[in-house]
């Protein structure tokens, strides 16, 4: 889990003044308001029995970190270089290596071929543990790549997509479109859905040609609006919820809505207060509000289930919806496991005690949270 943060754009690199927005209207500033206080915690009811399974280690997490899932391995990384693929029954290393430089984005992986971004905008392939190839970017990275079809996709800062050869690093083509004078440093929305390569674009999602990255269609989650850079920053963050063609995303502080894929037209979009991606399955869409309440819209027609506002001010993650529970990390290490139908808690667990770094995930039936600290820890069912 990290704080959006808004960077001023200088052509196509990401630059120079980096603006943090969440939380800054609530900072002791010249006599303006303290910062709200988190929410005091309810008595754990511990109605769902979970305990720890394993747990492992990689450095600090200082940047967006996606955990990668492919069959049984965890694929995961660390600020200082660190790629690590793991195994996720034991959590035993199945090989681990350095890229040499600090990591920006990361990590993708089809479960052979890894990539990462690293702050000096290079993306870099790695498989069994060795760097096959690294390539540099147009602009900065903060959405971990995407390896498919022996390609590695990679969505920039600047809205601009770039898709390399697996093997070789060739690139093969490079999409990009008119970019806004902000961006979020925050990972965005990437994924491969059928044949269609979809990314999130500003405010939109576009469906992309995989072959030759032309625009096969764009759907509107929310338009700028404002007076001003910031009040009109409206990208798409990351992670999605993805049932079949539906693809459910939230607009970075504005909405939160569905997209059809398969025909690229929005299904509904809600407005909603967030800075985190969404989970979901048939029946909800599950996120995270600036606030910290935990709001359900219902997947068919986008009203709202419930909400949970017995989190508030506790920094959330964004969720995980796994079977009839939600799981979401804090930014105190811990991870609060809601009942999917009504929001009450179930469960409540420790970590290390640093913020959750990425969207819980699960693997099988093992459920895996990494903190900022690098503690890798992992969770299954009683």
């Known amino acids: 889990m990290g704080r959006a943060q808004p960077v001023l754009r200088r052509g196509l690199a990401a630059a120079a003044i980096t603006l943090l927005l969440a939380g800054c209207s609530s900072l002791p500033f010249f006599g303006g308001p303290e910062k709200p206080k988190p929410a ?35 694929a995961v990384a660390s600020s ?14 199945l090989w681990r290596a350095s890229v040499g430089a600090p990591i920006g984005a990361g990590v993708g992986s089809d479960g052979t071929l890894a990539a990462v971004v690293t702050q000096q905008n290079e993306v870099v392939a790695l498989s069994g543990g060795k ?31 770039t898709a390399f050869d697996g093997q070789t690093g060739r690139r093969l083509w490079n999409q990009s479109r008119p970019g806004e004078p902000l961006v979020l440093r925050q990972a965005g929305v990437l994924l491969a859905v059928g044949d269609t390569l979809v990314a999130g674009q500003g405010g939109r999602l576009a469906g992309l040609n995989p072959l030759n990255g032309s625009i096969r269609w764009e759907a509107p989650i929310a338009t700028p609006r404002g007076t001003n850079d910031v009040e009109r ?12 063609n539906s693809v459910c995303a939230r607009a ?5 809505g569905c997209v059809d894929t398969g025909r690229g ?41 419930w909400v949970n506002d017995k989190l508030l001010y506790r920094g959330l993650s964004t969720p995980l919806v796994v079977g ?9 290490g811990l991870l609060h496991v809601l009942s999917r139908d009504d929001g009450s808690l179930r469960n409540r667990l420790p970590t290390d005690g640093t913020p959750v770094a990425a969207p819980p995930v699960v693997v099988g039936n093992t ?3 990494v903190t900022r600290g690098g503690g890798v820890h992992a969770f299954v069912p009683q």
């Open 367 to 369: 459920l895996v949270v």
């Open 40 to 74: 005091e915690l309810q008595p754990n009811p511990a109605t769902l029995g979970i305990r720890p399974a394993w747990t492992n280690r990689i450095g600090e997490v200082a940047f967006p970190l996606l955990v990668n899932v492919t069959g049984n391995q965890l």
């Open 233 to 244: 920053l409206v990208d798409l963050v990351g992670r999605v919820s993805r049932v079949g």
């Open 265 to 305: 037209l929005v299904s509904w979009t809600k407005p909603a207060n967030g800075g985190e991606g969404v989970s979901g399955d048939e029946r909800f869409v599950i996120g995270t509000e600036s606030d910290g309440r935990v709001v359900a819209w219902r997947r068919d027609n986008g009203e709202r289930a």
């Open 80 to 93: 200082d270089g660190t790629v690590a693929v793991l195994d996720a029954s034991t959590g035993r290393d």
């Open 131 to 161: 760097v096959l190839w690294r390539e540099r970017l147009p602009a900065q990275a903060y959405t971990a790549p995407l390896v498919a079809g022996n390609r590695v996709f990679v969505l920039a800062a600047d809205r601009s997509v």
């Open 252 to 256: 970075f502080q504005a909405s939160v």
């Open 324 to 332: 009839s529970s939600v799981a979401i990390g804090d930014s105190t």
